[in-house]
């Protein structure tokens, strides 16, 4: 009986392995060996053998069946696999079959859906658009979070940093898109991207004058502008003469406290006088192309007397919104106000517009990621060893020298996990762009998985061609996947 | 150690990042239970329950149950009311599948009466339903409903898409009156507007089926009706000589960046309501083009309706006043006493006139009195609605298949906001229209 002594142990049962162990003692405790052994048998060998123990279970039989039977086995993998199965490999595999299948899913139409897919140029742009993604999303998250891991990872506040920084992750995707939406707003008062980049570029250069005064539209007017904005007479001005250069655009509060306007005073005979002003009335009224007394002069707008092509001489209005050229040769001069006095205030770019709006939307991607990248790769990073940092140190390598022959090799699988789950979650992007994109530039925005969400469920009906994008996306994935899948195989082994 | 430790969180962080969200199935909002018991003889559907699912929900659904108790007081039957939420088909779909639908069910697409018509869920109207038809709808509405050559449906419930909202003190500082011809709104109401330094319309472009609005009522107005029922139904190629016409008359707007706030780029990142807010809100347009809805979207920018928030009915691009209605059909889908009773209360006189005394709605029904309704704005509508007669027209997009006319980024949606964009192509932009509308409609 003494050799009973290891039979519990494989059990593993702590009380039972002291039940196990006492038979071979006078007194028995609570257990009799009998009960002890059908409790052993019934957790460990379901076979007679276990009724009746002997010197026989130690040999190499008792290692085989150390695992549960097959029967069990196949019992306990039930749940899963029937999840699996109903969840995951019936929905591909009718996928498939519904791809093959045209939008009503009677009519088969072999692989035309996967040829549309090609051929489509909305398609096409959502490929473009996803290996846009794929080369730059995850290269900067991988690179930030490795850039913010190694930084952080020896200040005193670090966990408090990586906590900010980790925290986008603990929003969702579909909040990040409103918050981003909001960011790249075009209105700086409302848009941070733009608000920053205006104030940045108004401490350098600000605007003046008057954005949005222009001549009226019409052949009565005595001025019109021209293409790139400057603002012409229509009819040449004579030695002597005045002119009038009305203007319209500007809400007549704009500039309330102005001096009213008034008709420039006869000039000499080498001269040439006039008046700007906003030839507008609150409530309407006044009399259109004429000085009326309730309108305000425009100061400080340049004025440019030209002749041949050439400027001849230039001035500024007074607060009356008057202005006057003198001791002009003889001939006859066009009078205009070069479009500086109109020139529009800077006003931030475009986020949302069908250029900028991928590279907007990454930049969305990558605040909401890089914290979590960076997490990864700190925990990496704590587990590099030290002493072969020191050793290089000690052998006199620059930091910069330790960091990219030492810290980077050693982290690079866990760099490449990264990068790879990086590259899958970036290829199913959808909630980003369905988000921030607005209606209108959604197109030149939209990626795959946007796409098949359209194209089925969102208005376009056409589950055909759904599947036959969503089959496409499965077969981008696979192979990161299985590479994923390999190598956290080899960790394990 | 190193290499494992991040392995658990990155699958965890994978499977976070699927998230689903379920479309909530409210409990229906029970209609109060048939109390007036006692006058059992003269009430002819006594202890006939009948289920009705719609998509309204809060004052809507509310106002909607002050109909349906009308009509039990009236016949004895019981009524309950099932909200659909926003995606009808969604609600409806397993329903009929299940082989257990409710027996009215208020569409909110004319398209799914087709629909539903092609996979036999629908049962056809009543004679005597269709006598209610005849005799308070124009054809032109029994046609609409109709699928196959039966009479399926019946519109309940209109949205008047045909009006301009404007700022009436916008209008007031630069003495801008409202226009009741195209030519008057582009050349003086939206000009006198501009000069005097406030950007005429806020467009929302972002929201591509604003812009299908404003080219249905052009469209109606300036090609007249039987176009555009042609149009509708693709009878005619969108490259026709009265496209042309419509989208020059848009362009003359799309084409002048100082009559769209923010210019075009700025009205393409503009959506619905955002533009309503610039207008009323933040004072930075005088017009709108939109349907009655919004005054809904008024909310916080304080602006009473009929005192800052005025409306003009569309102006006039043609011989055509337009009149462009979207709204919500009722159909059958049980053949039950109580159903076909109840549809037939809601398209006669007395039901829209019990539906008009509450606020925020429309009835498309003709011989609905105006006077019935609680405010000056929807009698202004409805006159509209009765002086246009047989000119009145359902939304066009909503006629469409969705790929063509309900997809955001696709189809009539996207061409007209890439139109918006670069308004000088009007051949270039109907020869997109008419590929899509070819590839969406042979389907």
Redesign the interface.
Known sequence: MTERLDGPQASGGGETSAAGASPGRTDPPEKTPTESTATESTATEPTPAGTTPSEKPRTGRVRARLGPSPTLAVLFLLPALLLLGVWMVYPVIYSIFRSLY???GERFVGLGNYASIFTDS?TLTTIRNNIIWVVVAPLVVTVLGLIFAVLTERIRWATAFKLVLFMP?AV???AAGVIFRLVYE?DPDKGVANAVLTTVHDTFSSSQGYP?A?P??NDQAPAVAQEDGTVTLRRPAELGQTVLIPL???????VKDATPAKPAAATPGDGIGGTVWLD??????GTVNQVDAQEKGLEGVTVEAVSGGQVKATTETAADGTFRFTGLPAGSYTVRLPQSNFAAPFNGL?W??PTLITPAIIGAYIWVWAG?AM??IA??L???PRDALEAARIDGATEWQVFRRITVPLLS??LL??FV?MI??VL?VFDLVFIIA??????NA?VIALEMW?VSF?????QGLGSALAIFLLVLVVPFMIFNIRR?RR??R | ???????P??LL??AA?A?GGGTGDEPAGQASASSGGDAAAAKPLEGVTIEVAAKWTGDEQTNFEQVLKAFQDKTGATVTYASTGEDTGAYLGPRIQGGNPPDVAILPQPGLVQQYADENALKPLSAEVQAQIDQNYTPYWKELGSANGQVYGVLVKAAHKSLIWYRQSAF?????QPATTWDDLIGKTA??L?????APFALC????WTLTDLFENVYLSSAGPENYDKLSKHEIPWTDPTVTTALEKMAQIFGKK?FML?GS??A????FPTCVTQVYAQKKAAMVIEADFVAASLGQSGAEVGQEAQIMPFPKAGDTAPVVLGGDVAVVMKDSKGAQALVEFLASKEGGEVWAKQPGYLSPNRNVSPDNYPSDLTRQLAQTIISAGEAVRYDMSDLA???FG?????GE??QL?DF??NPSDVKGAQEKLEADAAKAFK?
């Not at chain 2, 150690?1 to 392995?7: H, T």
């Open positions: 045209d939008a009503s909305a992750m969702s995707l579909l075009q949005g222009r009226r539209d319209v655009g500007l809400p007549p509060d704009s507008v009335v609150r409530g309407g009224g475009t949302l517009g979590f997490v990864l925990a990496g704590s587990a590099v699988p866990v996990v990264v789950t899958i979650n199913k607005p209606g209108s530039v959604q197109p939209n359209r969102g208005g376009g009906n056409n956290f960790d394990d | 150690m190193m290499r494992k430790l991040p392995i969180i990155a962080a994978l990042v998230c007031d500082d630069a003495g801008a000009q006198t501009s000069d005097s330094g406030i472009g972002a929201s591509g100082e923010g780029s700025g393409l990142q503009t959506d298949p969705s790929a309900g997809t955001d980024g696709k949606w996207k906001q918006l964009r389907k």
